[in-house]
């Protein structure tokens, strides 16, 4: 299982926790590194 960065890295609200994250990372199959480059586009 990939070590997931801690969330405050990721998006300052606390509304998703890290294993929430994570379950919805392994079901919809997304790499994580698909995911960061996701996230940093704006």
């Not at 990939?2 to 300052?12: G, N």
């Not at 926790?17 to 996230?39: M, T, V």
């Amino acid at each position: 299982m990939t070590k997931l960065p801690p969330l405050k890295a990721i998006h300052p609200a606390k509304t998703i926790s890290p294993y929430l994250l994570s379950d919805i990372l392994k079901q919809l199959e997304i790499d994580e590194e698909e995911f960061l480059r996701a996230l940093g586009r704006k």
